[in-house]
Nanobody
């Protein structure tokens, strides 16, 4: 499975961005998907997760109520809508795929494939 993340950019606090992740080379609906991020000088952390069929989502506390993960299995796409962005959201964002038909894992080690990352910078 190959993953290509896009949609990052430079925005001001309070703005919105929508990240996209295009998957190819596998049966997309067999994979739970996650968005992770890594800020400068910090370890990579999980941001949001969605089950293979899209029926269950989860978020890290820092983004609950501001970010929304979704997927379109017909298009092999997963999205992360990010609203009310803050400087602390600045990071490289990665999408990742976990071969898991049911449930979600929040453990990086469970994810089998990773995209290349897209930079999100929130600054005034």
């Amino acid at each position: 499975v190959q993953l290509q993340a896009s949609g990052g950019g430079l925005v001001q606090p309070g703005d919105s961005l929508r990240l996209s992740c295009a998957a190819s080379g596998g049966t997309f609906e067999h994979y739970a998907m996650g968005w992770f991020r890594q800020a400068p000088g910090k370890e990579r952390e999980g941001v949001s997760y969605i089950t293979a069929k899209g029926g269950l989502t989860d978020y890290t506390d820092a983004v609950k109520g501001r970010f929304t993960i979704s997927r379109d299995n017909a298009k092999n796409m997963v999205y992360l809508q990010m609203n009310s962005l803050q400087p602390e959201d600045t990071a490289v964002y990665f999408c990742a795929a976990d071969f898991r038909i049911f449930g979600i894992s929040k453990s990086e080690g469970e994810y089998d494939y990773w995209g290349q990352g897209t930079q999100v910078t929130v600054s005034s």
